[in-house]
């Protein structure tokens, strides 16, 4: 184990993720957890409604003077924010359209990152999948925080509230520097079509609809009250437990991506029925810890000197280990 340069540090371990073994054993003792499968048709249409209705905001946000657009960006459009982001999550597991055609499950990825402005739809899929397949390992899973991270900001409530409103820089910078993939042909037009797309909104509109977007993206990705999922999902505040759910009313803005234990353990179930898995293998997931609260974790995180971003589960390389890509997750 490394050398710990601050209390606490990350727990290394050769142990498999817990998740494919829950899998196994959820639908030995659940088989009618295999109806849950497939995709969720009404997926683009909530999409399309919420990319009308941010690109709505946005052109009104016009009329705002600067101060009272940040607080319109941060108030409003931020809920709207996380909501796209959740359908870009959804769509880098086919959720839309379905397995059999994934790259209209990611074409509808791109249109929903259009009000987001910054351009990561595709590009999140492959790190996200790898996310899935490789937990914890330090090297292939972009999800974990570096040492120079963990050691940055350390332990005290100061440190972890700037990273907290540095998080979107971290969150998509880090995978370039800790597993850089070469661009496909698809993020590329991903690229071209979100930054062409800004260019027309500045032309047709100005600057404030973009500011407001923009600002809506980076101002609501780390203190905002639905962004407790970046912090909740993995940061192990439970010794022994690295994946916890929320189960509050604000799943109900995001899509339940809250039940983040139940997308690891069946990433080929939509969100849209996740409240239904646990419902059905209640007696594994009652006995998991869990949250009630995104913003109580936010806090904990913050105030507790025992958490910090080294407060994770890391997997060590595996011999023979090597990485894939693709997006077909249902084993």
């Not at 359908?87 to 009000?115: D, T």
């Not at 509109?205 to 912090?231: D, R």
């Not at 039940?259 to 419902?279: A, G, M, S």
């Amino acid at each position: 184990m490394a050398p710990r340069a601050a209390q606490p540090w990350f727990d290394d371990t050769t142990v498999p993720e817990p998740h494919a073994a829950r899998r196994r054993q959820i639908l030995q003792a659940h088989p009618e957890v295999r109806s849950l499968f497939g995709h969720n048709p009404e997926l683009k249409w909530q999409a399309l409604c919420l990319v009308g209705v941010q690109l709505s905001a946005a052109y009104y946000a016009r009329l705002l003077s600067w101060p009272w657009l940040l607080v319109a960006a941060y108030a409003f459009g931020g809920f709207l924010q996380h909501g796209l982001w959740s359908v870009i999550h959804e769509c880098s597991h086919n959720q839309a359209f379905g397995y059999a055609r994934p790259l209209a499950n990611q074409l509808l990825a791109i249109i929903a990152n259009l009000p987001i402005g910054f351009p990561h739809a595709v590009a999140f899929k492959r790190y996200h999948m790898m996310h899935h397949r490789y937990q914890g390992n330090r090297k292939l899973d972009a999800d974990v925080p570096t040492e120079f991270e963990a050691r940055l900001f350390g332990t005290s409530a100061p440190g972890k509230l700037l990273f907290i409103l540095l998080q979107p820089f971290f969150y998509y910078v880090r995978p370039l520097l800790v597993n850089p993939l070469p661009p496909t042909k698809l993020e590329v037009f991903n690229i071209v079509v979100q930054l062409s797309f800004n260019y027309w909104l500045v032309s047709m509109w100005g600057w404030k609809p973009l500011v407001y977007l923009l600002g809506g993206f980076f101002l609501t990705m780390g203190l905002h009250p639905l962004a407790g999922h970046f912090i909740a999902d993995h940061v192990q505040l439970t010794p022994g437990h690295e994946t916890y759910s929320y189960y509050g009313w604000m799943n109900q803005l995001m899509w339940n991506e809250g039940y983040h234990n139940e997308h690891h353990d069946f990433p080929n179930v939509p969100n849209k029925r996740l409240q239904e898995l646990r419902e059905m293998a209640s007696d594994v997931y009652d006995q998991l810890p869990h949250y009630d609260s995104w913003p109580g974790v936010v806090w904990r995180f913050i105030s507790d000197p025992q958490v910090s971003l080294a407060s994770r589960i890391r997997r060590l390389d595996m011999p023979g280990q090597a990485p894939r890509t693709d997006d077909k997750l249902t084993d």
